[in-house]
T-cell receptor, first 116, second 116 residues
Framework: AQTVTQSQPEMSVQEAETVTLSCTYD???????LFWYKQPPSRQMILVIR??????QNATENRFSVNFQKAAKSFSLKISDSQLGDAAMYFC?????????????FGQGTILTVHP | GAGVSQSPSNKVTEKGKDVELRCDPI?????LYWYRQSLGQGLEFLIY????????KSGLPSDRFSAERTGGSVSTLTIQRTQQEDSAVYLC??????????????FGQGTRLTVV
């Protein structure tokens, strides 16, 4: 079974600074997708960024980027120029690739606090 | 609809009572998922629907939990004889059919269930 581990229960960052959230996963599959979701106090999960396992190039979405290390099974999220609105719980998630349906396996989450 | 809608937003029930949680997915989304998020934890998969059938019910924690989907649209998650450990946020997500990389799951805001 696939597992996703986030070892940082809480992180904090100063506004405008950079922060990196860690995620490791375990799978025997070669084709899979990885995601970072943001969950603000409204509880609604919002997709931040996604990565295909067979693409070596790290995904980037504006201020958000990932460091995908397939051999190490590591998938960290870097938030640059942090903003107060980035404060939320962040979840790393795994999904099997190919024609498999979209069941997600989530990590335990990291609470990010942004200080003004 | 414009997004995934869940009702009620919050539900307080007495131990031993039955509860029904409703999810109204995005129009045209044939795939629907239920997840459970216990306090401070990641999301735990419960069940997956493709149309009205549920090919994966592996996450339902006990036979007190059941779900159905009618007309390929609205889904209801029913918890019978609720227990205190059932207290959690129940999140619903929907997506277009298939599990391809660009098939994004959209989440509702969840139902916070408190069993007293």
């Amino acid at each position: 079974a696939q597992t996703v581990t986030q070892s940082q229960p809480e992180m904090s960052v100063q506004e405008a600074e950079t922060v990196t959230l860690s995620c490791t996963y375990d799978t025997s599959e070669s084709d899979y997708y990885l995601f970072w979701y943001k969950q603000p106090p409204s509880r609604q999960m919002i997709l931040v960024i996604r990565q295909e396992a067979y693409k070596q190039q790290n995904a980037t979405e504006n201020r958000f980027s990932v460091n995908f290390q397939k051999a190490a099974k590591s998938f960290s999220l870097k938030i640059s120029d942090s903003q107060l609105g980035d404060a939320a719980m962040y979840f790393c998630a795994y999904r099997a690739g190919g024609t498999s349906y979209g069941k997600l396996t989530f990590g335990q989450g990291t609470i990010l606090t942004v200080h003004p | 609809g414009a997004g995934v809608s869940q009702s009620p937003s919050n539900k307080v029930t007495e131990k031993g009572k039955d509860v029904e949680l409703r999810c109204d997915p995005i129009s045209g989304h044939t795939a629907l998922y239920w997840y459970r998020q216990s306090l401070g934890q990641g999301l735990e998969f419960l069940i997956y629907f493709q149309g009205n059938s549920a090919p994966d019910k592996s996450g339902l924690p006990s036979d007190r939990f059941s779900a159905e989907r009618t007309g390929g649209s609205v889904s209801t998650l029913t918890i019978q004889r609720t227990q205190q450990e059932d207290s959690a946020v129940y999140l619903c997500a929907s997506s277009r059919a298939g599990g391809g990389f660009n098939t994004e799951a959209f989440f509702g805001q969840g139902t916070r269930l408190t069993v007293v």
